[in-house]
């Protein structure tokens, strides 16, 4: 007999309707967007989240509070990030799934840092996606030059629908809706990293850098991998 989640699809999401959606949506509230992705989605459908704030979580939580949020741990977080993820866990009582990495005795960015992301944090990512049709990102255009094109739908190398339902958001957006919901913010965004990743490749940010010039300083990467549609062709 079928199940509710049998009748769940993504294959009538073609590129036009994607197309649609993303003109409709560019108008949108974020909880609008998230209430589409949840009616579509869930419960195959998880948040990743990097816990440097919890703005879309709690948007998310407010639309559908069982909602997944997938934290992938590295092992390389600063201590402030966990202690965020903690704080956030208990503010929200998060349908919270932990990806971990296998321990290792010497750490990947110490023996192959050109491939440490994609051995901690994207092959995590595979797993957390197994069995899920669509998954949602916080990323936004204004985060990076390199992310000025992101689209609030778009369907990724898996074939899972990619929803970023803060894509339009501007970092003043992002101050307000803190403020204004009392949302848990890592601590390190007042140090000076307002883009904050594993300790061994984030730097604080001096004034007048973009937002993510302290990932990977020094070198010529700009992303993880978790966000295809970023990635060198
Ligand atoms: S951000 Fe650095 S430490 Fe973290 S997974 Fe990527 S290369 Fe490894």
């Not at 803190?178 to 300790?199: E, F, R, T």
Request: net charge negative.
């Amino acid at each position: 007999m079928a199940t509710l989640l049998d009748t769940l699809t993504n294959e009538d999401l073609t590129e036009d309707v994607i197309f649609d959606l993303n003109a409709k949506f560019e108008k949108a509230s974020a909880g609008e967007i998230v209430a589409w992705a949840v009616e579509r989605f869930h419960p195959r459908l998880c948040l990743t989240a990097s816990m440097q704030d919890a703005v879309l979580i709690d948007v998310a939580t407010k639309v559908e509070p069982a909602v997944e949020v997938v934290f992938i741990d590295t092992g390389y977080h600063f201590p402030e990030t966990l202690e965020t993820l903690e704080v956030v866990r208990r503010r929200y009582g998060l349908n919270l799934r932990i990806m971990t990495v296998p321990s290792r005795d010497v750490p990947v960015w110490q023996t192959d840092p050109i491939n440490c992301c994609a051995a901690d944090k994207v092959e995590q990512l595979e797993r957390a996606l197994m069995g899920k049709l669509a998954w949602m990102s916080g990323l936004r255009r204004q985060e990076a030059f390199s992310r000025r094109s992101a689209r609030v739908v778009s369907r990724d190398k898996r074939g899972l629908i990619k929803v970023n339902p803060l894509a339009a958001w501007t970092d003043l957006d992002v101050q307000g809706y803190i403020a204004d919901h009392d949302v848990p913010v890592n601590p390190l965004k007042a140090k000076g990293y307002p883009s904050i990743g594993c300790w061994p490749c984030t730097r604080p940010v001096e004034a007048g850098e973009d937002e993510r010039a302290g990932r990977w300083a020094g070198t010529t990467k700009t992303e993880c991998g978790l966000h295809d549609e970023f990635q060198p062709k």
